[in-house]
């Protein structure tokens, strides 16, 4: 991938992602056959810990402090007619978000994860005044252009874009944020989701495109147009930079650079739903081993979904029929991960516990001694 | 089914379940519709939060304070060879249990969930000093007998496992308990619940008996021949009393018991894996309304459990590949739940939030008004 020099700051966040070491995932797996289970017996879970102990390089691997970072932006792509809501959605639904009473403040805080919100181009300038959490205006325009005539934006604007996520991921750092999740709220931005994973997949658009919010019947085939003019008009191929750019959207690049971010920091990464899975696609091409640093928290209803994951290699955590977004899937699968750490750390072992081994077990250690 | 002396609670336990009102459910549909996200797009989670007002009676149902109670005991059956554990296992792990080192425990404190341990029918008798969590001795017998040569006990023994059960669905209700699951450890336990599975399915032995704690390829013909033996022995048929006594386990009867007495008291129960939901299916024989307090908690890789799930038209909320019971599966999916309820309580509507209305709804209501 060349980048120019909009991308210094990815280039250097992209150098700094190292693929996890096989030895301390061996080193979990040992660990989780000392404890009083059948070896193998937590399935997912125990995958789960092992992949914690290599991300963090250590046996007792930590999913505290958590964090959802919320970014919204608006999609000129709105202009066609592509969304079962209004475009004025995206900027009520952050004024719900700050003051805490949308579906995922709900569900971070049922999770413990705190939430921040940042505004990284929502049409219409919102307020500064005080929110029940974190908010941020970082608005690289207000709202993208329309993909369906040009490109969504400027090298200069997804540049500003990622930059906001790679600060997202500084912050996390700072804050020791061990595990953290990126959530989207964006009128349009299926839309461009759609655009990003039909071109990666080299697929037709009508096979990865949804019903979003829930467009009607009749309104589907119109989105699915849309998406077949933008990656005409836009001829993107399958460069990770250049499909951001013309069919992205600044909520999505933002979610790259938190991704690549938050992996060189060695922070554990929940994936979420359809669109913040198009950012993973697009931060695994830019950088392959970002995806030691990432679970796939759940698999959507959207079509394109259940593609984006299989392309990926990925097994969702949770199938729950959501297609909400904001990060909501992902809070969900918080307390698995959770979970999986803490059987590190407070599970006692065969031997501390006097717990008899199995058949097999002992047989193995005769023959071994 | 008819039932003898012994059963007089059980029959009175029954007689208090009622199929939930279906009022509630859409009530809590609508309150959900209110919210503020696209209708429906929380999926899953909105089927668990309309079934928590359900049988709650409630649009803010609550789920908690949450426990889990882990029932054990002990096989004669072991003595055929059918476990890759010894027997002793049970009574070791119950001290470990005890001492907060399982894996049941470290979940159960992950999701915020108590835990309190009975032992209805370990074959040792254990220790009455004090442990980190709640213990009882209740023990029916010193384990059942070998189900190959007979019944596994008597139908006083059956009717007191039972009550042991129903005890602790009192002690649940009379703690406020809104989220219950059932957790079990015996060793030998997935060879009584294979019978039970085949039996009620009307299926070979072969088709729903798996590795349980981890037998190896060699020892898997010897445990479907004692499934089948026994089945051929007991000629329990498909009356859910008689296989509970000929080819059950005390822990697995004390399940039914807390199962019934907890959908009697309105309490929402989560299902666990292969031997609980044996369980499961022999409370919904015995009272079907039961069903409607009982979420399937996950999928685990015993072939027969996907068989009751499906006997049973349930979807397990999680697949993660487990196959440790003890409660470990439904401990995870309690978070899930407690989410789901969180929604109903704590979300904007759109018309407190300010948040416009999708095209299709807002068509509605000029349609409608």
Redesign the interface.
Request: charge should be positive.
């Given at each position: 991938v060349i980048m120019s020099d909009y991308f210094g700051r990815l280039r250097t966040a992209i150098a700094r992602v190292h693929a996890v070491e096989g030895v301390w995932r061996t080193r979990g797996e040992d660990r989780l056959a000392a404890?009083?289970?059948?070896?193998?017996?937590?399935?997912?879970?125990e995958w789960i810990a092992a992949r914690l102990c290599a991300i963090q390089r250590s046996l007792s691997p930590s999913a505290s402090p958590r964090r959802i970072v919320v970014f919204a932006g608006d999609h000129g792509v709105t202009e066609e007619g592509v969304s079962?809501?209004?475009a004025?959605?995206t900027a009520?639904?952050v004024?719900?978000f700050r003051?805490g009473?949308?579906?995922i403040?709900?569900?971070a805080?049922?999770?413990g994860a705190d939430v921040q919100v940042v505004d990284v181009g929502v049409r219409t300038e919102l307020e500064v005044n005080a929110s029940a959490v974190s908010f941020s205006s970082r608005r690289v325009a207000p709202g993208t252009r329309n993909m369906a005539h040009g490109p969504a934006m400027t090298e200069e604007q997804l540049g500003t874009a990622i930059e906001v996520g790679l600060d997202a991921a500084e912050t996390a750092a700072a804050d020791g944020i061990a595990l953290l999740a990126c959530g989207e709220m964006g009128i349009g931005n299926s839309t461009s989701a759609s655009a990003i994973t039909a071109a990666l997949a080299r697929l037709p658009a009508a096979s990865v495109t949804g019903r979003g919010?829930?467009i009607?019947e009749e309104v589907w085939p119109r989105k699915v147009d849309v998406v077949t003019r933008a990656l005409r008009v836009n001829k993107p191929g399958r460069d990770p930079l250049t499909l951001l750019r013309t069919v992205g959207g600044f909520e999505i690049a933002a979610i790259v650079g938190t991704y690549i971010g938050s992996a060189g920091h060695r922070i554990a990464i929940v994936g979420d739903g359809f669109i913040a899975t198009a950012a993973a696609w697009i931060a695994a091409e830019l950088c392959p081993p970002f995806l030691d640093y990432w679970f796939a928290g759940h698999c959507s209803?959207e079509p394109g979904h259940r593609c984006q994951l299989s392309n990926l290699r990925q097994e969702p955590?949770?199938?729950?029929?959501?297609?909400?977004g904001e990060g909501?899937g992902a809070?969900?699968a918080m307390?698995?991960i959770?979970?999986a750490a803490?059987?590190l750390s407070?599970?006692?072992t065969f031997d501390?516990?006097?717990?008899?081994?199995?058949?097999?077990e002992r047989s193995d250690i005769v023959s071994r001694g």
């Open positions: 404890l009083t289970k059948p070896v193998g017996s937590l399935g997912r879970l079962a809501y209004p004025s959605v009520e639904m004024r719900n003051r009473g949308a579906a403040n709900v569900l805080r049922a999770v919010t829930g009607s209803t955590l949770l199938n729950l029929d959501l297609r909400l909501s809070a969900l307390p698995i959770a979970a803490a059987l407070e599970m006692a501390a516990a006097h717990v008899s081994r199995s058949y097999e």
